[in-house]
C-alpha cells in the first residue's frame, strides 16, 4: 500500500513534527492571517456578499435552516455560522473576518494532509504556498461560504486517507462528520465523494477491506441530507435553467479554454491579467514545477491515484456539470499547492528551482498587490465602490429627486447601491428608455439621477444620458473606478466591461429648481 521510494517516516501517519517545522508552521500560518485579516472592510459589500447577509438573516429556525433562501444556491451550513458570527458584531470587517479565520485554518489542514503523502519539507512548503495563494486570498475575505467548504474538504480528505490506512472508528467518524459538513457547506462537495469513490475504485485490492466502512459512512451521511433535499432539487432546477442559457463564463476555444482557465488561476490568482509579462513568465515557472510534480507522481502510484481522483476529477466533471469559474472550484487549490510544492523539491537543479521560485513569487507578489490596490481584477463585481457611490447620494438626493439606475434587476435586497445609500433606489433595464418621458414627465422633474453601474447596459445608459441631455439644461457626471484594460478584456474574455464601474449623471432644470425650492420655503 506504500508508495515505491517513500521513507518509513514518509508513510507513517502523522509523524510527530519538530521544534523547527512546529515554528515555520505557526509563522506561515500567522502570515496567512495576516494578509486575510488586513484592512477587511476596504472593499464594498457586493452583490453575493449582501445575498449571504440575507441567507444569514432568513435562518429562524430549522425549517428555515433547511428551506432555499431567497437569491442563494448554497446550503446552509456557512450561512448558520454567520448568522451566529453577526451575534457579536457587524460591519464589513466583523463579518469577514469569519471567512479569514476560516481560510487560516486551511494553512496547518494543507500541511496535515500533504504529510499523509510528501515529506516534511514539501509538506510545509505546501502550506506556504497555501497561504500565499493568490486566489485563495482572494476568496478568503470574502462574506461567501468558500473558506468554509474549502477547510472541510482538506479534513475530510485527510480524515478520509487516514481511515482508509488505519482503520480505525475515530477516523471515519472524523470522515463522515467532515464530509457531512462538506455537503451542507457547497454542492461540489458531491465532486470531492466523487474523487474518493474513485480513489478507492483504483486502490481496490490496498482497501477493499476498509470499502465497507466507506458505505456505512457514506450512507450516514446521505440519511442526514434528507431534509436537504427538496431545497437541492430546487437549486438543480434554477441551476439547469442558467447552464441551458449559456452560463456566465462564454468563451472562445469552448471546454479547454475553461480548464486552461481554471489552471491559470490555481497557479496565480484573478488579480493578474493574463497576457501581462509577468503573467506569462510566472504561468512559465508555475507549469514547470506543475510538470515536475507530476513527473514526479510516476514513481508513487499510490499518490498519483489520489490527486487524479481527488484534484482532477472535481475540476474535469465540475466544469461539464457547472458553473466552470475558478471560485466554485477553489476548494481543490490546497491539493493544486501540494502538488505545486511536491515539483518545486523535484526540480533536480538548485540554481534553476531558485530561480523559478523568485519568478513565481514575484508573479505571486504581483497578484497580491494587485488585489490591495483593486488592479487586474478578472471581476469586477468584487471591486465596485458601492460604499462611495451610495454615501454620494445619500449625502445629495433629495426628497423630490427622480433616481433611474440602469442595471440587472437585482435579487430581493441585494442591490448594494441602495444598501450603502439607505434608501429604495429603483432598477431600470432596457425597458427605460421608453419609459423616461413618463418617469420624468416630460422633463419637467426638477432633478434626476441617472446611475448606470452595469456593462452589459452601457448602450443603453449612453441612450437615456443623452434623452434626459436634450430636455434639461445643466448635466454634471460623477465616475468611479477606472478601468484601463477594459477594452482587451471584453476582446479576450468574451465578456461585457465598462470604462467606469458606475457614472452618476445629475440633470437639473435650473428654474424647476428654482421654483421648488420657494415653494418649499
Avoid at 97 to 122: C, D, E, I, K, Y
Avoid at 136 to 154: A, G, K, M, N
Avoid at 265 to 281: D, E, M, R, Y
Wanted: positive net charge; aromatic residues 14%.
Amino acid at each position: 500500500m506504500q508508495d515505491r521510494g517513500r521513507t518509513q517516516e514518509e508513510s507513517s501517519f502523522f509523524p510527530s513534527v519538530s521544534v523547527s517545522s512546529a515554528a515555520f508552521l505557526i509563522v506561515v500560518t500567522l502570515a496567512a492571517a495576516l494578509l486575510r485579516g488586513l484592512d477587511l472592510a476596504a472593499k464594498s459589500y457586493w452583490i453575493d456578499e449582501l445575498i449571504s447577509l440575507n441567507h444569514a438573516k432568513d435562518i429562524t429556525g430549522w425549517s428555515s435552516f433547511f428551506a432555499p433562501s431567497s437569491g442563494d444556491w448554497n446550503p446552509p451550513l456557512y450561512f448558520l455560522l454567520l448568522k451566529g458570527w453577526l451575534v457579536f458584531g457587524e460591519g464589513e470587517s466583523h463579518a469577514r473576518m469569519l471567512s479569514a479565520v476560516l481560510g487560516t485554518a486551511v494553512v496547518p489542514a494543507t500541511f496535515a494532509l500533504a504529510r499523509q503523502f510528501f515529506s516534511r519539507q514539501v509538506s510545509l512548503l505546501a502550506s506556504l504556498l497555501v497561504a500565499a495563494s493568490p486566489l485563495l486570498l482572494l476568496y478568503d475575505r470574502e462574506l461567501r461560504s468558500y473558506p468554509l467548504f474549502t477547510l472541510v474538504s482538506v479534513i475530510s480528505l485527510y480524515f478520509f486517507v487516514r481511515a482508509l490506512r488505519e482503520g480505525k472508528m475515530r477516523d471515519w467518524a472524523g470522515y463522515t462528520l467532515f464530509t457531512i459538513a462538506g455537503i451542507y457547506s457547497h454542492y461540489h462537495a458531491f465532486l470531492v465523494i466523487l474523487g474518493e469513490i474513485l480513489f478507492v475504485c483504483l486502490r481496490y485490492n490496498a482497501y477493499k477491506g476498509r470499502s465497507r466502512l466507506l458505505v456505512v459512512s457514506l450512507a450516514i451521511g446521505a440519511f442526514s441530507y434528507l431534509p436537504m433535499l427538496p431545497t437541492f432539487f430546487i437549486h438543480l432546477h434554477s441551476a439547469n435553467e442558467l447552464h441551458s442559457a449559456g452560463g456566465k463564463f462564454p468563451v472562445v476555444f469552448g471546454y479547454p479554454a475553461k480548464l486552461l482557465y481554471n489552471g491559470f488561476a490555481f497557479a496565480l490568482g484573478q488579480t493578474l491579467l493574463p497576457w501581462k509579462p509577468v503573467a506569462i513568465v510566472g504561468g512559465l515557472a508555475a507549469l514547470t514545477f506543475f510538470a515536475s510534480g507530476l513527473r514526479e507522481l510516476r514513481r508513487r502510484w499510490e499518490t498519483a491515484a489520489f490527486f487524479l481522483s481527488c484534484l482532477g476529477v472535481p475540476v474535469v466533471v465540475g466544469s461539464l456539470v457547472s458553473e466552470p469559474t475558478p471560485r466554485h472550484f477553489v476548494f481543490v487549490t490546497p491539493l493544486f499547492c501540494a502538488l505545486l510544492a511536491l515539483g518545486i523539491m523535484a526540480v533536480s537543479s538548485k540554481a534553476l528551482r531558485h530561480f523559478l521560485c523568485v519568478v513565481l513569487g514575484v508573479a505571486w507578489s504581483f497578484g497580491i498587490a494587485n488585489y490591495f490596490a483593486n488592479r487586474q481584477f478578472h471581476i469586477l463585481a468584487q471591486v465596485t465602490p458601492w460604499r462611495e457611490a451610495g454615501q454620494f447620494l445619500r449625502a445629495h438626493v433629495t426628497r423630490d429627486d427622480l433616481i433611474i439606475h440602469i442595471a440587472l434587476k437585482p435579487k430581493i435586497n441585494t442591490e448594494p447601491l441602495s444598501y450603502y445609500a439607505q434608501m429604495h433606489i429603483p432598477v431600470y433595464e432596457q425597458d427605460v428608455i421608453g419609459s423616461l418621458p413618463a418617469l420624468t414627465k416630460q422633463g419637467s422633474v426638477p432633478r434626476v439621477w441617472l446611475i448606470v453601474s452595469e456593462a452589459s447596459l452601457q448602450e443603453t445608459g449612453r441612450v437615456a444620458a443623452s434623452w434626459l441631455a436634450g430636455h434639461y439644461a445643466e448635466c454634471k457626471v460623477w465616475r468611479y473606478f477606472y478601468d484601463p484594460d477594459f477594452r482587451l478584456k471584453k476582446r479576450l474574455f468574451r465578456k461585457d466591461f465598462s470604462e467606469y464601474r458606475i457614472q452618476i449623471y445629475e440633470f437639473t432644470n435650473p428654474q424647476a429648481v428654482r421654483e421648488r425650492a420657494a415653494v418649499s420655503r
